[in-house]
């Protein structure tokens, strides 16, 4: 091959680098958007789970202030519902005697999440995320 010949043959493959890499770059950005909003939607259920446990351990105990303790524990999440629910007999919160009766505190946390990039909107603008929290009253 000639000089010529092989001086053709390597500008022909100038711009194909970019080329590929304009090709993969909407893939490789899905991927990155996908993992940063799965990752932040997941860091807000573990936080709304230690929240409802949280909110089950004051009621268990009898605290009156068990919503504020779990929306204290929901931290770097706003508009956090805290919801007392009935447990498997019926019975909300923990009246007295209840630990003797078997009864248990169930705490609901709801919370509304945002995605932020443009991909988790492909799911909605919003997911409701919840948690529940249960534990035996010992009041």
Avoid: H
């Amino acid at each position: 091959m000639t000089r010529r010949a092989r001086r053709r043959r390597i500008t022909s493959d100038r711009g194909a680098a970019a080329v590929e890499f304009a090709l993969l770059l909407p893939m490789l950005l899905l991927i990155v958007f996908g993992i940063v909003d799965f990752g932040r939607a997941i860091n807000a259920q573990i936080t709304l789970t230690q929240a409802a446990r949280e909110g089950a351990r004051a009621l268990s105990l009898g605290q009156a202030d068990y919503q504020a303790r779990a929306q204290q524990a929901a931290i770097g999440l706003s508009g956090v519902t805290v919801t007392d629910l009935p447990d498997s007999k019926g019975v909300t919160g923990c009246p007295a005697g209840s630990e003797q009766n078997g009864d248990d505190a169930v705490v609901q946390v709801t919370y509304t999440f945002t995605f932020d990039t443009p991909i988790g909107s492909a799911f909605g603008p919003t997911k409701t995320l919840t948690a529940e929290g249960v534990i035996p009253c010992e009041t």
